[in-house]
């Protein structure tokens, strides 16, 4: 795929469907018209690096993209959060998450209404709302985030490491003295996003404990998690600040590749463990004190809700396993082949 | 309690004239690619025909312009085979004369009113 090709793919992707292949014909067109020009003025065919240049002219494809669009709404609390470039990919994620939130809602309530308990409007309504609220809340942070870097940096983007597109990359003020990214560093975009999907774990960590809500919903008030994920707690809080340790230090420290590679592999094998013992325990949710007299029916409820965790331990497992093999065989085939290692300035 | 806000010269003042200088060239870019587009074109040589007579534009701004205008029926449009290559190429629709004609007339006027003023 040459360098055209990839750029209009990164911009088929703002495009209004309706229109996109209609837009891109008509584009391509003017690119490869322009192309040509610059050929027989030049008498020779365009290096890659000038074909770069005259596509870096032509700007971000997002921003590209999004002039072709007639929906130009956005999200402002006052200032503006998120503007028509994102909107749409905004309200495509937002959508993703709350529909795979409903149907675990769904699960869990009709595995409830199965099992014979009583459920009441409220404890739908305001279990949805809960999720609502705090995925409307996350995604939207999110994405002002990317929208502030964006409106910063629009011309922030280029064709580095994408096999069949373009992407932003992350840049920071130069007053902050962090090094420059080149081929074969940690992409600073990677690690400021562990940085912050950890964060938010880790909050939500520790608020899981004391709020059951958060996990159970409704059923909080006849379910309870097995001393079991007592036992784990420690070890899960310790391996995700592990990451958030080796997102900062590749945050500062881009080309400290062989780091992440190491963290990514011991975190992988730890986390098998933790699976593994979690697998043994054989129970999972155990029924909370005010369970009281229907213990009957919640102890049903709680049956099947250990039987979803179990298969959903052993698909983890299982997912674990294989991706621990693939990180393996990379690092060997690594070093059999030392050239497709990170750089290996990592201090010892 | 009072804040003093301070301007800084270079940077602010170059915001503003080039917000304000944006909006005074939008209205003039519709007028110029309907000129234009009296004569047959396609986007490039649009593009081209019009940054040589020193009013640049870039795709970003013509290729969604071209098809607002189309679709208020001020142009035509057809792809058609040039080169070995396909094109779409535009032209002025009947009523897209008419509007030129009233916009150019007006343009004039305005023309006419500012140099008074200025």
């Known amino acids: 795929m040459d360098l055209l090709d990839r750029y209009l793919n990164a911009v088929a992707k703002g495009l209004p469907e309706a229109q996109r292949e209609d837009i891109l014909r008509e584009l391509s067109e003017d690119i490869r018209s322009e192309m040509?020009?610059?050929?027989?003025?030049?008498?020779?065919?365009?290096?890659?690096?000038?074909?770069?240049?005259?596509?870096?002219?032509?700007?971000?494809?997002?921003?590209?993209?999004?002039?072709?669009?007639?929906?130009?709404?956005?999200?402002?609390?006052?200032?503006?959060?998120?503007?028509?470039?994102?909107?749409?990919?905004?309200i495509k994620v937002l959508s993703f998450n709350l529909g795979l939130t409903f149907i675990i809602i769904?699960?869990?309530?009709?595995?409830?209404?199965?099992?014979?308990?009583?459920?009441?409007f409220n404890a739908v309504f305001s279990s949805v709302l809960l999720q609502l609220l705090i995925q409307l809340g996350a995604v939207t942070l999110i994405f002002s985030l990317i929208q502030r870097h964006l409106n910063k940096y629009p011309?922030?983007?280029?064709?580095?490491g994408m096999g069949d597109g373009v992407h932003l990359d992350?840049?920071?003020?130069?007053?902050?003295?962090l090094a420059k990214p080149t081929d074969g560093q940690v992409s600073r975009?990677?690690?400021?996003?562990?940085?912050?999907?950890?964060?938010?774990?880790?909050?939500?960590?520790?608020?899981?404990?004391?709020?059951?809500?958060?996990?159970?919903?409704?059923?909080?008030?006849?379910?309870?998690?097995?001393?079991?994920?007592?036992?784990?707690?420690?070890?899960?809080?310790?391996l995700t600040s592990l990451g958030v340790v080796q997102a900062v230090i590749n945050l500062f420290r881009p080309r400290w590749a062989r780091l992440r590679t190491l963290v990514s592999l011991v975190l992988q094998a730890a986390?098998?463990?933790?699976?593994?013992?979690?697998?043994?325990?054989?129970?999972?949710?155990?029924?909370?004190?005010?369970?009281?007299?229907?213990?009957?029916?919640?102890?049903?409820?709680?049956?099947?809700?250990?039987?979803?965790?179990?298969?959903?331990?052993?698909?983890?497992?299982?997912?674990?396993v294989v991706q621990l093999a693939l990180k393996i065989a990379r690092l060997m085939r690594g070093q059999r082949n030392p050239s497709s290692l990170p750089p290996v300035d990592v201090p010892c | 309690m009072y804040t003093v806000h301070y301007m800084t010269p270079g940077t602010d003042n170059h915001d503003l004239f080039e917000n304000l200088r944006l909006e005074l060239r939008r209205g003039s870019l519709i007028l110029a690619?309907?000129?234009?587009?009296?004569?047959?074109?396609?986007?490039?040589?649009?593009?081209?025909?019009?940054?040589?007579?020193?009013?640049?534009?870039?795709?970003?701004?013509?290729?969604?312009?071209?098809?607002?205008?189309?679709?208020?029926?001020?142009?035509?449009?057809?792809w058609r085979e040039e080169d070995k290559r396909n094109k779409r190429f535009y032209r002025l629709s009947p009523d897209g004369k008419g509007?030129?004609?009233?916009?150019?007339?007006?343009?004039?006027?305005?023309?006419r009113s500012l140099d008074g003023i200025v």
Not at chain 1, 215 to 235: C, D, E, H, M, S
């Open chain 1, 189 to 238: 975009f990677d690690s400021v996003s562990i940085i912050v999907a950890s964060a938010v774990a880790l909050v939500w960590l520790s608020e899981v404990r004391r709020h059951p809500f958060l996990i159970f919903g409704p059923a909080a008030y006849f379910l309870q998690l097995a001393p079991v994920w007592t036992q784990v707690y420690g070890p899960i809080v310790f």
């Open chain 2, 33 to 78: 690619v309907l000129a234009a587009l009296r004569k047959e074109h396609y986007g490039y040589t649009l593009r081209k025909t019009l940054g040589d007579l020193g009013v640049a534009i870039d795709e970003g701004t013509l290729y969604p312009l071209l098809r607002r205008l189309e679709s208020q029926g001020l142009l035509l449009s057809e």
């Open chain 1, 106 to 120: 769904g699960a869990i309530f009709l595995t409830l209404v199965v099992s014979g308990q009583n459920i009441t």
């Open chain 1, 170 to 177: 992350l840049k920071f003020p130069s007053d902050i003295k």
């Open chain 1, 36 to 90: 040509e020009d610059k050929e027989a003025d030049l008498r020779r065919p365009l290096a890659e690096a000038e074909q770069q240049a005259i596509l870096k002219r032509r700007g971000n494809p997002a921003l590209l993209a999004a002039r072709f669009r007639q929906d130009h709404r956005s999200v402002a609390f006052g200032p503006q959060l998120i503007g028509p470039v994102l909107f749409p990919f905004y």
């Open chain 2, 99 to 111: 509007i030129l004609k009233r916009l150019l007339a007006e343009w004039q006027s305005i023309n």
């Open chain 1, 155 to 160: 011309d922030s983007w280029n064709f580095r």
């Open chain 1, 271 to 320: 986390s098998l463990a933790v699976l593994g013992y979690l697998l043994k325990a054989g129970s999972w949710v155990t029924l909370a004190d005010s369970a009281g007299s229907h213990s009957a029916g919640y102890s049903r409820a709680a049956e099947l809700v250990n039987q979803c965790v179990f298969y959903c331990l052993l698909v983890a497992a299982v997912i674990s």
